[in-house]
């Protein structure tokens, strides 16, 4: 069984960063998509950014510009490096990896204010 364990987040103010981690305990050597969605109370579980084995990423709308992802092949990890945080990007960060099945991490909390 795979498991991913997420690290970082917490508590930032508007215009702040803040970065994540998730290490999966074992990846496709062959195709790997990996990356993040998040939920805010009331909200929809919406794309935050992913990015292939081949270094290929995608961010949701609300965060280009904002976030970057980017992976540690040889430590099985993604990274999201967060900046210019807003108080819309508070929500629950869900870790994700898909290959031949989707894995999800427990969810790490982003809490952005003043």
């Known amino acids: 069984q795979v498991q991913l364990v997420e690290s970082g987040g917490g508590l930032a103010p508007p215009g702040g960063s803040l970065n994540l981690s998730c290490t999966a305990s074992?990846?496709?050597?062959?195709?790997?998509?990996m990356g993040w969605h998040r939920q805010a109370p009331g909200k929809q579980r919406e794309l935050v950014a992913d990015?292939?084995?081949?270094?290929?990423?995608m961010y949701g709308d609300p965060v280009k510009g904002r976030f970057t992802i980017s992976t540690d092949n040889a430590k099985n990890t993604v990274f999201l490096h967060m900046n210019d945080l807003k108080p819309e990007d508070t929500a629950v960060y869900y870790c994700?990896?898909?290959?031949?099945?989707?894995?999800w991490g427990q969810g790490t909390q982003v809490t952005v204010s003043s």
């Open positions: 074992e990846r496709n050597p062959n195709y790997w998509l």
């Open positions: 994700y990896l898909h290959q031949s099945q989707e894995y």
């Open positions: 990015i292939t084995k081949l270094g290929t990423s």
